[in-house]
């Protein structure tokens, strides 16, 4: 007889759902010829410096633990990186901890600052991890819906209209994944007023600081009046084509870091050394290496909003990350219907827009973090797919018709 676990089960980990994002992932990757606009993760290989150092790093036999907080020469490495680039300072004995990727910093964040029934306001689209880590660390995500209408930006109204007497918090990203939405210093400034005012804190994710496209990024840290009230949140993922890697790291005052670094100890102790000694020859010798990077994307970027555009799917300009986010509400069918029928019958793997988020429904997720030439086949199968539908655009204003 088989045994009842129900019983034995976190109730709070049962009710969790399963990564949107990984079920078509894990579907696409046992099909062959798949183009897969789907995960979140560059193309490039890590650069080979980052590589070479780390394998030096083992050959010098660097393979015990590290501080719990990391390696105090890449935390120095870190807050020279954050004050180089983003003008933000922190002190790296006591305000740094080195994580195992962004997300496990994002773990310890919630589970450091949140009692049970705290609110999180969430900006949605949003990842798919942040309400989940916020229900597991006790509290309750509180979703703030944005639309293309006003580029997916959350305005100050939307915030101050979702705050109540248990709001404890608000997470911001900024590029934005999945739309790739980027606040500008303004709006940040704007934002501010009413986080000050309510006396929030903020957890802000700048995992995709390094791919902002259109103007400066500005740290959240940055803002007058939010240094000490900030949680930044970044890594090495993204930028540095460190995926596989698992390495992040967050900045805060040292009073949340000491509560943090708590948690740290007990649950991971440190993260591996070798590969922060990789990190360290990242922030030391990378920035050609990322600017290329970057310029790669932004090309990727232009073309995929323009040929969107083109065959009637209505997108806006990401400002950062490598996400577009365009609409497929034109075409009747449903962010999960589109996903699932153009994976099987074009072998185009996104992601619906609903696994990020209610306002998600009517859009898909398509990474451009893929060679061009893989971007044009992947455009074209789109195409056919929604012409196989009988669905075509009749005008340059694009009115659509649906042929039943």
């Given at each position: 007889m088989k045994k009842d676990y129900a019983h034995y089960l976190s109730e709070t980990a049962s009710q969790l759902q399963p990564s949107g994002i990984r079920k078509f992932f894990d579907l696409a990757a046992g099909m062959k010829g798949v183009i897969s606009l789907g995960v979140g993760e560059p193309d490039f290989i890590t650069p080979w410096n980052i590589r070479e150092a780390t394998l030096l790093s083992i050959e010098q036999g660097f393979t015990s633990y590290t501080a719990n907080p990391g390696l105090l020469e890449l935390r120095q490495e870190i807050t020279s990186y954050l004050g180089k680039r983003?003008?933000?300072?922190?002190?790296?004995?006591?305000?740094?901890?080195?994580?195992?990727?962004?997300?496990?910093?994002?773990?310890?964040?919630?589970?450091?600052?949140?009692?049970q029934g705290d609110e999180v306001l969430i900006v949605e689209p949003s990842f798919v991890s942040y309400a989940p880590l916020v229900s597991i660390a006790g509290g309750k995500p509180i979703a703030i819906s944005t639309s293309p209408e006003n580029g997916f930006k959350v305005t100050p109204e939307q915030i101050k209209k979702a705050i109540t007497e248990k709001t404890k918090a608000i997470l911001l990203c900024s590029p934005n994944n999945p739309t790739g939405t980027t606040l500008n210093k303004q709006e940040l400034i704007e934002i501010a007023r009413i986080i000050e005012e309510h006396d929030l804190l903020v957890i802000s994710d700048e995992i995709y600081a390094e791919l902002s496209y259109d103007e400066t990024f500005t740290s959240f840290a940055t803002i007058e009046g939010m240094y000490d009230r900030t949680i930044l949140i970044n890594g090495f993922s993204k930028g540095f084509a460190m995926t596989g890697w698992r390495l992040g790291f967050l900045a805060a005052p040292a009073e949340l870091v000491q509560?943090?670094?708590?948690?740290?100890?007990?649950?991971?102790?440190?993260?591996?050394?070798?590969?922060?000694?990789?990190?360290?020859?990242?922030?030391?010798?990378?920035?050609?290496?990322?600017?290329?990077?970057?310029?790669?994307?932004?090309?990727?970027?232009?073309?995929?909003?323009?040929?969107?555009?083109?065959?009637?799917?209505?997108?806006?300009?990401?400002?950062?990350?490598?996400?577009?986010?365009?609409?497929?509400?034109?075409?009747?069918?449903?962010?999960?219907?589109?996903?699932?029928?153009?994976?099987?019958q074009e072998k185009v793997a996104v992601v619906p827009g609903n696994v990020f988020g209610e306002s998600g429904e009517g859009y898909i997720r398509c990474s451009y973090a893929t060679s061009m030439e893989q971007l044009q086949e992947a455009l074209k199968r789109i195409q056919r797919f929604i012409e196989a539908k009988g669905i075509y655009v009749e005008d340059t204003n694009k009115r659509w018709r649906r042929i039943l």
């Open positions: 983003f003008a933000v300072d922190y002190d790296p004995t006591n305000q740094i901890i080195v994580t195992i990727g962004a997300s496990q910093a994002m773990d310890i964040a919630f589970r450091a600052i949140l009692n509560v943090m670094l708590k948690i740290h100890q007990y649950t991971i102790m440190c993260a591996p050394h070798m590969l922060q000694h990789g990190a360290i020859e990242a922030l030391r010798n990378t920035y050609d290496e990322v600017e290329h990077m970057q310029k790669s994307y932004l090309r990727r970027r232009n073309y995929m909003v323009q040929k969107l555009n083109q065959i009637g799917l209505d997108c806006h300009t990401p400002g950062g990350a490598f996400y577009v986010f365009p609409s497929i509400k034109a075409t009747g069918l449903s962010s999960e219907q589109f996903a699932e029928e153009l994976l099987l």
